[in-house]
């Protein structure tokens, strides 16, 4: 009999790894006994399901792109409190449903930095959406012609941490300050945000259509948030291809 060619059929409808020919060499050059072979096989499993659900997790996400926190290029001419973005890039800020606000001028990478946020909570176990905010505030409308409000309004309400990108670019309408009102409330002590910003926080009441509801939305994120000031020349000028063709893109650290 060949161990090898026996185990595949069942390997395959238990919708394991494919590692066993691997494995069994290893094994047998190792002598592994019984427990310590199936260790092995198992843990396989354990890291191709782990892998398979980050890659789901992201997916689902919806980022601009994959960014982790160890890719970002410290050499850019930006300043920022490392004290406290270290603070956010553990999970502490989500068990306690807290918020992170990225705000500063354009291009200095708080986009980035959201996103590496958010990869950093899926690979904690934790779900995640990002989102423009403009494209935010138009899947409201738009559910709102399809009837569908309450199921999409569920779907921001539900991910342990909502990110929304570039808040701030136009004044709110009436109905998009009651939107952004609701979804501050309804996640507040619930569940976290991260919101990046061109503007200062103290710019964002001007941003409402109704100043009680600024002031009411606002006033929770205040006091439970990190604001964390990106300042700087443009970190996405520094990627350019043209900048790279012309030989004057920076090269990382070790």
């Not at 890659?55 to 409190?81: H, K, N, P, S």
């Not at 138009?138 to 709102?144: E, F, I, K, N, Y």
């Amino acid at each position: 009999m060949t161990t090898t060619t026996d185990l595949r059929p069942l390997l395959k409808r238990l919708k394991l790894g494919t590692l066993l020919p691997e494995r069994l060499a290893l094994a047998r050059r190792d002598q592994l006994d019984y427990a310590a072979f199936l260790e092995v096989v198992l843990a396989d499993e354990v890291n191709r399901r782990d892998q398979g659900r980050l890659e789901r997790q992201v997916l689902l996400a919806g980022f601009d792109e994959v960014c982790r926190l160890e890719d970002f290029d410290w050499t850019a001419r930006i300043t920022m409190d490392r004290r406290l973005l270290d603070a956010v890039f553990s999970p502490d800020f989500l068990q306690r449903k807290e918020h992170v606000l990225f705000v500063g001028p354009v291009g200095v990478g708080k986009t980035f930095l959201a996103q590496a946020l958010g990869f950093a909570a899926i690979r904690a176990g934790h779900s995640v959406r990002f989102m423009q905010a403009d494209r935010w505030f138009l899947a409201m409308a738009q559910a709102r012609v399809d009837h569908t409000l309450e199921k999409v309004f569920r779907t921001f309400i539900t991910p342990a941490l909502l990110i929304l990108d570039d808040l701030g670019l136009h004044r709110l309408t009436a109905q998009q300050s009651a939107d952004l009102y609701e979804l501050i409330v309804s996640r507040h002590r619930r569940a976290s945000f991260v919101m990046t910003s061109n503007r200062g926080v103290d710019e964002w009441l001007g941003l409402f259509d109704d100043a009680i509801l600024g002031n009411s939305a606002l006033d929770r994120l205040a006091h439970a948030s990190y604001q964390i000031v990106v300042e700087g020349s443009s970190y996405r000028e520094r990627l350019s291809p043209h900048r790279r063709q012309n030989g004057s893109a920076p090269t990382k650290e070790a």
